[in-house]
């Protein structure tokens, strides 16, 4: 396995001679969850396989980061093109006691009309958690004073690119936020990997 | 007389005019309507030459209306609040997504894209300027 897992950092390396990611490297086998999506049914990670990933955590109620990251994603998927089917979003609620499915519907249609591409998750606490962990995602609640908001959600905003075998190839950080060149690097790593069909 | 009202007149209208303060692009971001929160992103800039603040800000759509600063620590996104912004002379202060923002905290109703939205800012100097601000997808 490790020796695996050499020669493929080595691949990655010998590529990005040729072509430059914009995103951040990475190699990590996402172990298999489940969590409940915008239907409240029960979804298993494993369900996606095949399918490229982006993964991002946020919450519903987020004002700021999260619908900029979000309108980014979509713009991720129309630059895609013809490569736009090969690629699902996960949308995972780091603020499980607001966000119910029914909130997840409402917020993910509003950044994928087609309701084709993007996933909503949310659940049980302590399954949201573990999940995050496995991402080094991390979520903290902050209270805000008046009793009608209840509190925000600090959180980290990376988006995450998952290949179709489970495993994390790329992270880009909040200022990567060049939607044309996150498309172009998920192009390429499909055009290196296969398109997972 | 009359000339020396006239000019103190206009004395004035300079005076009210002196703390010049413009809002450039105002827009506040379209939220899906099962969201609470949104944020109104412009730039303001001071023509005059003393500096002023913006101190609050109101709107009838929300509950709570904040000055925030969205800042990066460790890779996690926080929401600082501020009490106050400063606007030197001669210069401009950009609001913009990821960095200062007015927060809109518990909309009393969902925004449509599209709509103008009535703002009220407030500034130490300028008082009260009422701006419009349409809410855009972006
Ligand atoms: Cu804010």
Redesign the pocket.
């Known amino acids: 396995m490790k020796k695996l897992i050499f020669i493929f950092v080595l691949l990655i390396f010998s590529f990005s001679y040729a072509y430059q990611f914009y995103g951040i490297p990475y190699l990590q086998q996402v172990n298999d969850f489940s969590l409940i999506n915008q239907d409240g049914k029960k979804i298993k990670f494993s369900d996606f396989k095949g399918k490229y990933l982006l993964v991002f955590f946020g919450y519903t109620y987020c004002?700021?980061v999260c619908p900029t990251s979000m309108l980014r994603i979509s713009d991720v998927l129309d630059e895609l093109g013809d490569y736009k089917k090969y690629v699902k979003v996960l949308f995972i609620s780091v603020d499980p006691e607001r966000d119910t499915p029914k909130a997840l519907k409402k917020f993910i249609s509003f950044y994928d009309k087609t309701g084709k591409y993007i996933v909503g998750l949310t659940g049980k606490p302590e399954d949201i958690k573990k999940v995050a962990k496995q991402f080094r995602a991390f979520y903290q609640k902050v209270p805000v004073k008046n009793k009608e908001v209840g509190y925000l959600v600090d959180h980290s905003a990376y988006i995450y690119l998952v290949d179709p075998k489970g495993i994390i190839r790329m992270i880009y950080r909040p200022d990567n936020d060049d939607p044309k060149r996150i498309a172009e690097d998920i192009k390429q790593i499909i055009k290196m990997f296969g398109t997972g069909e | 007389m009359k000339k020396f009202i006239i000019f103190l007149l206009t004395g004035f209208i300079f005076l009210a005019y002196g703390n010049e303060i413009i809002i450039k692009d105002p827009w506040i971001r379209a939220v899906p309507p099962s969201s609470k929160n949104t944020?109104l992103f412009m730039t303001i800039v001071n023509k005059s030459d003393k500096q002023d603040t913006l101190i609050s800000v109101k709107t009838d759509i929300a509950k709570i209306v904040m000055i925030?600063k969205?800042v990066e620590e460790n890779g996690i996104m926080k929401?600082k609040h501020v009490d106050s912004l400063s606007i030197p002379p001669h210069s401009e202060v950009k609001l913009k997504p990821g960095g200062l923002?007015i927060?809109i905290m518990g909309l009393k109703r969902p925004i449509k894209e599209g709509e103008e939205v009535k703002i009220n800012l407030f500034f130490k100097n300028s008082g009260n300027i009422e701006i419009l601000a349409p809410v855009l997808r972006r």
């Open positions: 004002p700021d | 944020a925030h969205t929401m923002h927060m």
